[in-house]
């Protein structure tokens, strides 16, 4: 069984400043890190993932993520947001013998001006 | 990347009907559907995983015979909420994957019971 948790169900945050949001994993097998972004009534974009290689990954919009496998986590960042940048976000995994995505619980990124 | 078109965006119906919503694969064959329920300010709650051409798989406490899924072809998949109730009234996504680790989401169906 896998499970994520994401430590803040709301991030308030000023535009221009940086942001992190944090997401944490269980797992007893090797996973595919995800971060998905919602805005209101909408589906999911996927904002960036893990699947091997560099820890660090660069997504859309200028975000980045770093896979960290002792620590369990995959952090979401952003140097400087934007208004735009309002919205819900999600981190998944999926193992990577398995077929289906587990989420968080969801961190809503409020940027105020 | 790959389109998933889930219609309608916003259904409105009468307590006792049913309702439909298609998701479909635009540009891929999705060997694997995924329908998802999403509460007000929460995270997604799988509802049940379906493959083409097989009977849905449902998550613990799901009523598969209120959630009707159909995934007839490797394009299309439907869930029908049947004889809905004011409770039923929810954010409802699709999701399909073609066997790759990615999975495209539908747009979402904004159900209200009335």
């Known amino acids: 069984a896998q499970s994520v948790t994401q430590l803040d169900s709301q991030v308030p945050v000023f535009e221009e400043a940086p942001v992190e949001l944090r997401c944490n994993y269980s797992s007893s097998v090797s996973v595919y890190l995800f971060w998905y972004v919602q805005y209101p009534n909408q589906g999911l974009q996927l904002l960036l993932k893990y699947l091997s290689g560099s820890t ?9 993520a770093e896979f960290n496998k002792s620590q369990t986590s995959f952090h979401l960042r952003k140097p400087s947001v ?32 | 990347g790959a389109v998933v078109s889930q219609h309608p965006s916003r259904v409105i119906c009468k307590s006792g009907t049913s309702v439909k919503i298609e998701c479909r694969s635009l540009d891929f064959q999705a060997t694997t559907m ?20 097989s009977k849905a798989t449902y998550e613990q406490g799901v009523e598969k015979d209120k959630f009707l899924i159909n995934h007839a072809s490797l394009t299309l998949s439907t869930l029908t909420v049947t004889s809905a ?3 039923d009234s929810s954010f409802y996504i699709c999701s399909a994957r073609s066997g790759d680790t990615e999975a495209f989401f539908g747009q979402g169906t904004r159900l209200t019971v009335v």
């Open chain 2, 85 to 87: 109730h004011p409770e």
């Open chain 1, 56 to 64: 660090l990954v660069k997504g859309i919009n200028g975000f980045e």
């Open chain 1, 82 to 113: 934007h208004i735009s940048d309002t919205a819900e976000y999600f981190c998944a995994v999926i193992s990577n013998a398995g077929n289906m995505l587990t989420f968080g619980g969801g961190t809503r990124l409020m940027v105020k001006p």
């Open chain 2, 34 to 53: 995924f329908w998802y329920r999403q509460f007000p300010k929460q995270s997604l709650m799988l509802m049940a995983t379906s493959n083409e051409g």
